[in-house]
């Protein structure tokens, strides 16, 4: 897949999943083209930078558990 593709599948997802660690670089190219489309976002885990991880459209979660139980409620 070439970034044009991925940017595409990001696009068209129906919600984006992040699992940041402080080593990912494309994890937040692909975080900044889903804010720009204003999905609904999910962060798993507890990671404090960068600073758009506290971004009002992502929802924090500390496991995938919990996401789950997130989706479920809906």
């Given amino acids: ?16 999943v ?20 204003e999905k609904q976002i999910f962060m798993i885990g507890n990671l404090n930078k960068p ?4 971004h009002p459209l992502i929802t924090r979660v500390s496991s995938v558990q919990k996401l789950e139980e997130k989706l479920l409620e809906k």
């Fill in 18 to 37: 992040i699992f940041p660690d402080e080593g990912g670089t494309g994890m937040y190219v692909e975080l900044g083209v889903t804010l720009s489309t």
């Fill in 1 to 16: 897949m070439d970034a044009a593709q991925i940017m595409k599948a990001v696009q068209d997802a129906d919600l984006f």
């Fill in 51 to 54: 600073i758009f991880l506290f």
